[in-house]
């Protein structure tokens, strides 16, 4: 009986050297042991066997990047305007054993390091362009951290904003400022709009009136090239005219018929000098119409402009 028992006493003391001396660490994870209060070794991912009772774990770290969420806090803008900023931080745990050892509580400084760097850069800042620069601040924050974290074994990738938020008052200000900036941004391009359209408008009504211009240039060249075509035309109809008559004269009969032709016209203009004025030229010998048609054949003959003898004036 008593044998039994110091055999389960062996059973569990092994079991408790066993627990105390192995360690698995988890992948992405470190752990620093201490031997007797003082560092002895840093564990990385994998099977670790401890010295029991003079080792120990004395601090466990995530090597993974981590998301710090930085309380809110009021800062004082260049121009005198409080601001209510947020952000949030990622941070990597590079060196564990700085990082148990070269600060009591890393995060903590992490965050008012942070908190300090912002509101120096806010207070250089006037509050609109703190609006525009948010990334120039979180680059300034993140170098900061960055500088001061080589001592702690922490390396701060990256500090982002989340949000600024002005008082009531300036909010009611910006957004009347946006409303005019809108309103302004409307007007000239409305106006743009009208100038441009007037432009079109005149530069429309100069084409139409080019094309006017042409137009009747155009037609005017047409009909002068038209009529030029027609006084040809009836130059080379009169000239085929006066060769077909003057074949005809050559021709047999020819003198003869001309001779007749003449006669009748003028006998036709004789009567139609009343009709035409109040002044009548008559032969002296109104019987002897012979003569007044030999007259004429001579007039015909010879081109000569006619003189009849005993003319009257009535």
């Not at 429309?204 to 030029?228: C, L, W």
Request: with cysteine; net charge neutral.
């Amino acid at each position: 009986m008593g044998s039994l028992s110091f055999s389960v006493v062996l059973v569990v003391v092994a079991l408790i050297f066993v627990f105390r001396s192995v360690r698995v660490v988890p992948q992405q994870s470190a752990f620093v042991v201490e031997r007797l209060g003082r560092y002895q070794d840093t564990l990385t991912a994998g099977l670790h066997f401890l010295v029991p009772f003079l080792d120990r774990v004395a601090y466990r770290h995530s090597l993974k990047e981590i998301p710090y969420d930085v309380d809110p806090q009021v800062c004082i803008t260049q121009d005198n305007t409080q601001v209510q900023i947020d952000g949030i931080l990622y941070y990597q745990v590079t060196d564990p054993r700085q990082a148990s050892y070269g600060t009591s509580n890393f995060e903590l400084a992490i965050e008012q390091l942070a908190k300090t760097t912002l509101r120096s850069e806010v207070g250089k800042r006037a509050l609109d362009r703190l609006l525009e620069d948010r990334d120039t601040i979180n680059r300034s924050v993140v170098a900061a951290l960055d500088e001061a974290g080589t001592t702690w074994g922490v390396k701060v990738l990256r500090y982002e904003i989340k949000d600024i938020v002005p008082p009531d008052a300036v909010l009611r200000s910006m957004q009347l400022q946006i409303t005019a900036e809108r309103e302004k941004r409307a007007k000239i391009a409305e106006s743009e709009g009208e100038r441009q359209k007037e432009i079109n408008l005149a530069e429309g009504d100069k084409q139409a009136a080019v094309a006017m211009s042409e137009g009747a240039m155009t037609a005017a060249i047409n009909k002068a090239r038209g009529e030029a075509e027609a006084v040809r035309l009836v130059a080379e109809a009169t000239a085929d005219a006066l060769r077909l008559v003057a074949g005809a004269i050559a021709s047999p009969g020819g003198m003869e018929a001309v001779n007749l032709k003449v006669a009748e016209r003028y006998v036709e203009a004789f009567g139609n000098l009343a009709k035409a004025g109040n002044t009548l030229i008559v032969p002296g010998n109104m019987a002897d119409m012979s003569s007044l048609v030999a007259t004429a054949l001579k007039v015909v003959q010879m081109g000569q402009p006619l003189k009849p003898e005993g003319q009257a004036k009535a």
